[in-house]
């Protein structure tokens, strides 16, 4: 008994651990084994609850051209591409209104949620295998040279036509709806600046416009004059859809091509709308105080016109005048000799002479731009000496011509008026509609992206499972080594005792 107190009063001997894993084996393996259990349920709860960032993500494939030697993309306008367009403020407007989002979330936050990338996963997988090759060891020069020239090469290999289109994870939207907004958005950026593309035409008398020319209380020759207006804009509209046909054979449902509308309008301007004329000038019920004020009024307003085309063309003249050589001394000082050949001159006096020819080129860009304003304002004066000259006769007309008074003469011209009217609404409404088909096959052969399989949900947990996973371990490890000891210090109490 004595040795066996002596041992206690030592300490801690082998013979007492085996005796305490004897005896307490079995109670520490449940313990471990249940706190083991509880550790994973907490681990799959706090990984499941914890917050993480969810993403959705569009890839979108961009069918626009690039400029030469650029890398910018432009629409088929010839208006500069920017990935801003993709999720600009009116794209976003409308997907919003769209999916009635309003109460639900505010427009800021919705905004704040999108971003756009170009970065794409075959760059990811470029940049980590041209990481991983220089994480090697013992490389020498070459090897990095080597390196960064397959790196380049994969590189230059891939599309740069890609963008991605993000939105992150929003309260209180369900994943059903976030996909399909995120699906909405290239598809409403291309109804949205498709639009911007169509062709820009003459705007058309409608309908409505046609039917009130039956109200002549402004005057018989203003209703004339105004449907002579709306047939030049209807030939207007006519040269322009030309340039969209490019000679095929397209026909509205009706059946008419535009050839045949033309050819419709032409009547009009050539047949109907001069006969109504004679009947006016032939019909004093026809006539009013009305057409006679119309006609000066018109003729005040073409005079006003003139004079001011006038002056812009007297200061165009002077101004060409200014930036023109004035004789073969200016132009060999420029750089340039009588043949028009350039001569250039090295020596101290280059760098003037390059400022000179420089200057030089400048003028000749001027001059270029101030004949074009003065070829346009011409063909404008031409315009208007006509529209002079016509109303002039119709002056002349109105007061020399000898007029009946006959009331067979009104009746006939209503009628004929009457039919004109219902034959001009209808090349209009047709050529409404020919513009529009035209339009939208237009558009349609220009489509300015695609896509690339589906949204793709992207999630990002705050915490990281790992770093979870280790914390978890490393609670339980404490736990369980804490239980041990106070084991431990129990049994060495009772065998002291």
């Not at 020498?140 to 994870?169: C, F, G, H």
Request: without cysteine; glycine residues 4%.
């Amino acid at each position: 008994m004595n040795s066996g107190n002596e041992n206690l009063e030592d300490g801690f001997t082998l013979n007492m651990l085996l005796d305490f894993v004897r005896k307490v084996w079995v109670k520490t393996a449940v313990r471990v084994a249940v706190s083991l259990f509880f550790a994973l349920v907490v681990f799959a709860l706090l990984y499941v609850l914890l917050p993480s960032e969810q993403i959705f993500t569009r890839d979108i494939g961009l069918r626009l051209q690039q400029k030469a030697n650029s890398a910018t993309f432009v629409y088929p306008s010839g208006k500069n591409y920017v990935d801003s367009d993709l999720i600009s403020q009116a794209v976003l407007r409308k997907v919003y209104e769209k999916n009635k989002l309003n109460g639900r979330v505010t427009f800021q936050d919705f905004v704040e949620s999108f971003y756009l990338s170009d970065y794409t996963l075959e760059q990811a997988q470029v940049e980590a295998a041209y990481r991983a090759g220089l994480s090697k060891k013992n490389l020498s020069v070459a090897d990095i040279q080597t390196l960064k020239m397959r790196y380049d090469e994969d590189m230059a290999k891939i599309p740069r036509n890609w963008r991605s289109v993000s939105m992150k994870k929003l309260y209180p939207l369900k994943r059903s709806e976030q996909i399909k907004i995120v699906n909405e958005i290239p598809a409403v950026w291309f109804e949205i600046y498709s639009q911007l593309e169509k062709i820009t035409l003459p705007q058309l008398p409608s309908v409505n416009s046609i039917a009130e020319l039956r109200d002549r209380r402004q005057g018989t020759l203003a209703t004339l004059e105004i449907s002579r207006s709306y047939i030049q804009r209807l030939f207007a509209t006519v040269m322009e859809l030309n340039k969209l046909v490019d000679g095929r054979d397209i026909k509205l449902k009706t059946g008419e091509s535009l050839g045949e509308l033309q050819h419709q309008i032409t009547l009009l301007q050539n047949y109907r709308l001069p006969l109504l004329y004679q009947y006016f000038y032939s019909s004093n019920t026809l006539k009013n105080r009305f057409d006679l004020l119309y006609i000066r009024g018109r003729l005040d307003a073409i005079e006003r016109d003139l004079v001011a085309n006038a002056a812009q063309q007297t200061a165009a003249e002077k101004a060409l005048e200014v930036v023109s050589p004035r004789n073969t001394a200016l132009a060999a000082a420029s750089g340039k000799g009588k043949d028009n050949s350039v001569n250039l001159q090295l020596g101290d006096s280059f760098l003037p002479y390059l400022t000179q020819l420089v200057r030089n080129d400048y003028s000749n860009s001027i001059r270029t731009k101030i004949g074009s304003e003065l070829l346009e304002n011409k063909k404008e004066i031409a315009r208007l000496e006509t529209e002079r000259f016509f109303h002039s006769r119709l002056e002349k007309n109105f007061l020399t011509q000898k007029s009946s008074t006959q009331a067979e003469n009104t009746k006939e011209f209503n009628s004929l008026f009457e039919q004109f009217q219902k034959e001009l609404a209808s090349a209009s409404l047709k050529l409404s509609n020919m513009a529009e088909l035209l339009n939208n096959e237009y558009m349609a052969n220009r489509i300015f992206y695609v896509t690339d399989g589906s949204v793709k949900l992207q999630k990002s947990n705050l915490v990281s499972p790992a770093k979870l996973l280790l914390g978890i371990i490393a609670l339980f490890a404490l736990y369980n080594a804490v239980a041990i000891l106070l084991d431990f210090n129990r049994f060495f109490a009772v065998e002291e005792k």
